[in-house]
């Protein structure tokens, strides 16, 4: 992803800051970017399933360079980050069948983006796997936002659930070879964006597994993941201008 990797950008962890909120009687911890002047247009960003990772940190800071205010969502909650891929799969499972709950933590975290500085009628979501569905559950819930990136994110949804209308604006960043992603499912996806008259596209990037955008992955496509950046950022102007 173009200027994502924080060595190469001269980018630094310690300019993102510790955001303590709550859920009830569930401590969250989010990152925000340092707020150089408010009243600018927000991002918020949803990690992928192991919590707030590299990725989404160094996605804020590439942001903020860009002019916006970025706030990395905690959607786990202080205790709860898995430490291995079969305790990360368990609790973003939880949140997928419970996608009340986890549209839930998504707002709760666009108000602190709004309480950060963010214009509230300026703002949009992206989400990297776990975090891509998420983006999708915020336009299924008619969160106040002006667009949505699902970036590498798990696109199915239970087929019980109806397909709704869809008011804001969606981007769907696929890899070509996410085994995640049956063509049934983007089929699926495909039908619930047209019954919900979105104004949506889907970009596929070829010859790339499922966490193609991140540099630490075995799957990362440089030349893919910086082609999904210039999109992101595309999109973002056009929903946020």
Known sequence: MTCLVVASCGLSAQALKTVSYSDGTQKLNGLVTAVKGRNKPGILILPAWKGIDQEAKDAALALE??????FIADIYGEGNIPEDNAAA???????????????????????????AGAQADKIAVIGYCFGGTGALEAARAQLPVKGVISIHGGLAKDPARPNTALTTKILVENPAEDKGVTPEILEALTKELNDGKADWQLITYANSGHTFTDPASPDYNKVMADRAWKHTLLFLAEVLK
Not at 65 to 70: D, L, N, P, R, S
């Open 65 to 70: 360079k860009e002019g916006y205010i970025a």
């Open 89 to 115: 799969g368990k609790i973003a499972g939880k949140y997928k069948s419970d996608y009340k709950a986890y549209q839930h933590r998504i707002h709760l975290a666009l108000e602190e983006l709004k309480k």
